[in-house]
């Protein structure tokens, strides 16, 4: 894996370069952050009397509806104390490559190695730098953060769990039509295939079974419906998002037991959901992970 630490503290010190100084507003607040180049708009949501609780940073679906996203994490937010931050990720700037696997292969080939973009460019730095922003604004430099995403958002949250060195407490992927495979014998997106050595080495993989991974999955979400990724390297992974997500949790579970590497990943359903973020987000289930350390 390409070694990101001294990239990513130059890129929170000074890819923040416009911030309102003042905190968050209680409640529902939205405000523009430009981090790298890039003007994000961020809708967040702070509960009344917050003492400082956590960050969650809310990724939305191919609908980009990011108020939506933060407004379905509301109640958890009251109950918890919990800061929530969901940055829109328009269409015209995150397309697919960019936004649900991660910013770092413009051009998919069939064979070869891939032209990996540059680390600072990676769609994950932003997620890391609209947190230091938050940061920032709260002027708690320290405030620990988690990550959630459904469909789309869980699909961006696949591959940034793989590449982007980060402190989250947790990464909660939800429904998402694909997975970053922990193998080298699938290409990328789907899996490390293609990649430099220093990307897809055993290492690699070994932090990406490490990471605290949540894999949250609706037990109805079995429709095969228009936004559902068809290509064959996605039906391999499995006949709907449910089975798609039990496989690649199972795939990692035995790779990281055959090998005696750490693994932290866990597998949380949510029963009688099928592919809804609101219910998913809101769920007894999602509070009860972010809950725990």
Avoid at 62 to 79: E, F, Q, T, V
Wanted: hydrophobic fraction near 45%.
């Amino acid at each position: 894996m390409i070694r990101l630490a001294p990239l990513l503290l130059a890129f929170a010190l000074c890819g923040i370069t416009a911030l309102r100084a003042e905190p968050f507003p209680e409640g529902r607040s939205q405000r523009t952050v430009n981090v790298a180049g890039e003007d994000i708009e961020v809708h967040a949501y702070k509960p009344a009397r917050y003492a400082g609780g956590p960050i969650l940073m809310v990724l939305h679906g191919l609908g980009r509806n990011a108020p939506g996203y933060r407004d379905y994490a509301i109640a958890a937010a009251d109950a918890q104390g919990w800061l929530i931050v969901a940055p829109l990720f328009d269409r015209e700037r995150f397309r697919t490559w960019r936004y649900q696997t991660g910013g770092m292969v413009r051009n998919q080939r069939a064979d070869g190695e891939f032209a990996v973009e540059p680390p600072a460019q990676w769609t994950g730095q932003l997620f890391l730098a609209i947190i230091d922003a938050v940061r920032l604004a709260e002027g708690r430099p320290d405030l620990p953060y988690s990550l959630i995403g459904h469909s789309a958002g869980g699909q961006a949250l696949s591959r940034f769990a793989a590449f982007m060195p980060q402190q989250a407490r947790h990464i909660i992927i939800a429904n998402p039509s694909t997975w970053l495979w922990p193998s080298r014998d699938v290409r990328f997106p789907y899996g490390f295939g293609g990649l430099p050595a220093t990307m897809a080495e055993d290492a690699a993989l070994r932090r990406y079974l490490a990471q605290p991974v949540i894999v949250l999955l609706g037990s109805a979400d079995v429709r095969r419906d228009d936004n559902l990724n068809l290509r064959e390297e996605a039906e391999r992974q499995g006949a709907n998002r449910l089975d798609r997500g039990r496989n690649a949790f199972r795939a990692a579970q035995q790779l990281a037991q055959q090998r005696g590497w750490p693994f932290h990943w866990r597998l949380v359903e949510v029963p009688g959901v099928g592919h809804s973020a609101r219910r998913m987000i809101g769920s007894a289930e999602a509070l009860a992970m972010l809950s725990q350390q």
